[in-house]
DNA sequence: CTGAAAGCGCTAACAT
DNA sequence: ATGTTAGCGCTTTCAG
């Protein structure tokens, strides 16, 4: 493997020329560019950016550390920060904690040996936070994405999950529906608390009342129907429940995220902007590494509604 | 941010001391030690990596770039790439391609210039795979997870698509179907080409004649039935076609990977062995990371069965 | 067992 | 505009 050096002596000149026209930084002769730029090729050189960030105490990286790969909003989350990352010439490298505390806490560590110029985090709920203040304090902006850690005052931004639950109540008020149900998931998490809290709103808004009846979680879902003959609407907290409530000609089913799938299954669907969020998420850790001091920015997107187009249609043809 | 000189410097001791406490290549007296360790503790030290990574010249990180995210494959294999990383004390870092060789191409450059150990590719399907020489060329190995590429001799893993998609008829056969379809994806890929050969040898084995009416494209999956009336079991090679095929008691549906979605709809599905070919490639990467020289290696790993429960019910009662 | 010093590959003054 | 050189923070001989 080739060093600066070996391109300079091939080249005749000195290693700080090579590096000058490498960095940009300082101007150099055509001549001597072209000459260096040709042994750059022939050697097939690349600079080991090991050594340069070693120097100038940076490395263009920045980690993004997810909870979960497997949620459905994960990849468009990535491709958004991803876009984001390389618009500004950073590397973006995912690591995946895997629900699991102490994972997150050795990828951070591992994070911060490596300097890292920022990380992107999807925190596991827990008390605990202390391992991110660690790289926080030792200079490396972390932005949260999705929960923030308690009492660190991170930038963060979410999405607004109470919002979306709303809008697809008043979704189904408009369409007629005067009975609309909630099934809870079995893995219950924030998200899902916010989104329960903006079902009742919604209702409340609709001048609907709040029952909890019709309520039921994800064990006992099948009875819902069975104890509530009139619901003629249901929203589900988990997608993949759907198939078990069943499917008759008048009962509507929303639920949330997994575009693909409830697309598929012709589900009302609340999704996330999770391109945006990414995107976004990375925009202000950015900000934040070339200015520490910035305020604290916390940033809530809007959901949207998905709606099939068989379900659109039959709203029209009324 | 601290380094190895304050910490030898508070602890009364030299850096070669510190070092020594940190590798623990070279033993030190338990007294020094744990005034060391006290110091590192006090500042809270955590050494560069980079500046270490420069020296030795290895990073203990390695890349896994990845075609597609929302592969439902990929969390798995993921997971399974990662533990195996972790054992051996490497860091596991993903990128993603997203389906663009450009990208791919940018990936594999920055991770050669930031000197991996090694790389876990997902390669993009396309003919020129010289980028991927370069950084192999250059002495970073790298082994290919699905897809090989033409002409590198890489180690790789796959999945035995044909002997899934075989064992499948072989499956419904048993179970007494006698007329089974095949309807294609509208992106076919060469996975999808593979399991279709082992839909042909299946029916073969099974003494079924193959029959293309009984097949079908993506958009005239709908047809399908109507035109084959007694087609009792289809193949779907996209399972998210499974919703509009529609749902008849006779009918038997069977997909490919997606194993939540398919037990959620009750589909009999072929699964690829994920986690396993994660974990084989990450082992035989860093095998090749301490052997270079060891002879190629190339391994197949067979898919499972996945059966919902009413199917398999179904057929014990029969 | 411990300390001193050279050097990994690069950049950034500084001098010419 | 170009060359020289002193580090960046760490590991690793090599002496003691």
Redesign the interface.
Known sequence: ?RTIREVAQRAGVSVGTVSNVLTGAVPVSERLRQRVLQVIQEL?Y??????R??KVKQ?Q?I?MVIRN??DPV??EM??GA?DAA?LQNY??????S?EQVDREQ?IL??L????VDGILLTANPGSDSSHIR?VRD??IPVVALEDDAPGLELDCVTADHAGGAKDCVRYLAECGHRSIGWVHSDSADSAEARRFEGYRDGLRDANLEFDDTKVARAESAGDLLARNPRLTAVMLADP?????IGRTADLAVATFDHP??CS???LVSVVQPSYDMGFKAMELLIQRIHDPARPRATVMLPCGLQIPQATEAARSAE
């Open positions: 493997v097939d690349q600079p080991n950016h090991l050594a960030s070693l490395t990286m980690g790969v497997a994960f990849p990535l491709r991803e390389w590397l973006l490298v995912l690591l995946n895997d050795q560590r591992a911060h040996t490596r300097r660690a030792a200079g993949l429940a759907a198939p078990q693909r799938f598929a299954l012709e």
